[in-house]
């Protein structure tokens, strides 16, 4: 096989690796390219397995980014929630291996924009590691030889990283028709200004993340507890323009409230629950992430 034939057959590995370790489209493509112009420059002769140089070049790639990107967002005012992105889970399995209904399910909340932002707890050689032994199944010998590390230390990584992300990893219900109807019935409170119903559809302890980047309206920090919530969004109901559309849509795969202006998106929120009730809410209006290329991720149920 050609070398430019191996790298394209790699490509959405790349770009789905890439995008659950940044949480940027614009930074995964970035990534992406720039392992593309190392590979064109490569002694291809030379390279052992040319199927795992994209994903160490890009993996490391990837790490150095996000090690600048969270120095830059140390300043960035209030949460950082990863943005929207219509990004292929990874490379098509072969017909005889197809997913199962449950595992189609699990792919889609790895790409969810509530388990990313969950991932934003871990440190940037932990989310590698994390990541490519949880999502993309790679053995301890390859992830030890891709982040330069021994296989004993890739196991102290992966076990920390799970009990993090399992202690505050957003829980979907079972069934994604009731997490959906959930949502909707919470957006048609929240949009009404009806404290009674949205306390109602919040667990007791429910956390909210808003990330607004300072240039549009959101919490400057993350909100826990139901009560602190509703009072938040009795003030946005109140604020909000008459004309503004709330929609129940999708973002990366998993329900989502939607909110249009003249047009042009303005807001969304995610979700996670648990035993029939909201456990947390996401949500981004910062008009960075909700450019025209994020806003095509996310699109209305119909």
Not at 130 to 141: G, I, K
Not at 149 to 155: D, G, I, K, T
Not at 215 to 242: D, F, M, Q, S, T
Request: net charge positive.
């Amino acid at each position: 096989m050609e070398p430019i034939d191996i790298f394209h057959r790699h490509r959405p590995h790349l770009l789905a690796l890439a995008y659950r370790l940044l949480g940027t489209r614009a930074d995964a493509e970035d990534v992406v390219q720039d392992t593309w112009l190392r590979w064109q420059g490569a002694d291809h002769a030379a390279i052992a397995d040319p199927a795992a140089w994209p994903v160490t070049t890009a993996t490391r790639l990837g790490i150095d980014r996000l090690r600048a990107a969270r120095r830059q967002r140390e300043a960035y005012p209030g949460p950082w929630l990863p943005e929207p992105a219509r990004i292929d889970a990874d490379a098509a399995p072969p017909p005889d291996d197809a997913p199962g209904p449950g595992q189609l399910l699990e792919r889609a909340e790895q790409v969810s924009l509530a388990f990313l932002a969950v991932l934003e707890r871990l440190g940037p050689e932990e989310r590698a590691a994390f990541l490519l032994r949880e999502v993309f199944d790679h053995d301890y010998a390859a992830i030890a030889a891709l982040l330069g590390r021994s296989q004993a230390a890739c196991r102290q990584m992966v076990r920390r990283a799970r009990m993090r992300v399992a202690a505050a990893r957003p829980r979907f219900t079972v069934d994604p028709r009731r997490h959906r109807v959930l949502l909707e019935r919470f957006m048609h409170a929240a949009r009404t200004g009806d404290r009674e119903a949205v306390q109602a559809l919040l667990h007791a302890d429910a956390q909210l993340l808003s990330d607004g980047g300072g240039k549009a309206l959101a919490a400057i920090r993350p909100l826990h507890g139901a009560e602190r919530i509703v009072r938040l969004y009795w003030v946005l109901a109140r604020r909000h323009p008459p004309e503004e559309c709330w929609d129940l849509g999708r973002a990366n795969g998993q329900p989502a409230i939607l909110r249009r202006h003249g047009g042009r998106l303005t807001g969304l929120t995610v979700a996670a629950s648990a035993s029939g009730r909201i456990t947390a809410l996401y949500t981004i209006t910062n008009p960075d992430k909700l450019s025209v290329t994020a806003a095509a991720a996310c699109v209305s149920w119909g």
